[in-house]
């Protein structure tokens, strides 16, 4: 069955930097787009970045481009969001999510468990 592990998630302080991983399984990884997406506590889930299935292709949310970078490594099955320049506002639960579309069209049918990054000094 398909499934989405994410990890990276943690405390980091203000100006400073994360990379989430998302490891996949379940579904042959290379010909499907993946996502990020967000979840602040009282706020809808956002999505934050997604990338097609060769990684020729980005979208951004307008509120971390420039900041954050969405990469894959097609080989190990994983999609990487790096996070730079972090602010308190990014504190939230980040979602992988993929597998139904090689299209930029998230989100997705698939859905991991979510890990938390919290921004605070």
């Known amino acids: 069955q398909v499934q989405l592990v994410e990890s990276g998630g943690g405390l980091v302080q203000p100006g400073g930097s994360l990379r989430l991983s998302c490891a996949a399984s379940?579904?042959?990884?290379?010909?499907?787009?993946m996502s990020w997406y967000r979840q602040a506590p009282g706020k809808e889930r956002e999505l934050v970045a997604a990338i097609t299935n060769a990684g020729v292709r980005t979208k951004y949310a307008d509120s971390v481009k420039g900041r954050f970078t969405i990469s894959r490594d097609n080989a190990k099955n994983t999609v990487y969001l790096r996070m730079n320049s972090l602010k308190p506002e990014d504190t939230a639960v980040y979602y992988c999510?993929?597998?139904?579309?090689?299209?930029?069209?998230?989100?997705?049918?698939?859905w991991g468990q979510g890990t938390q990054v919290t921004v605070s000094s």
């Open positions: 999510n993929g597998g139904s579309s090689r299209y930029l069209d998230p989100p997705y049918d698939y």
């Open positions: 379940g579904f042959t990884f290379s010909n499907y787009a």
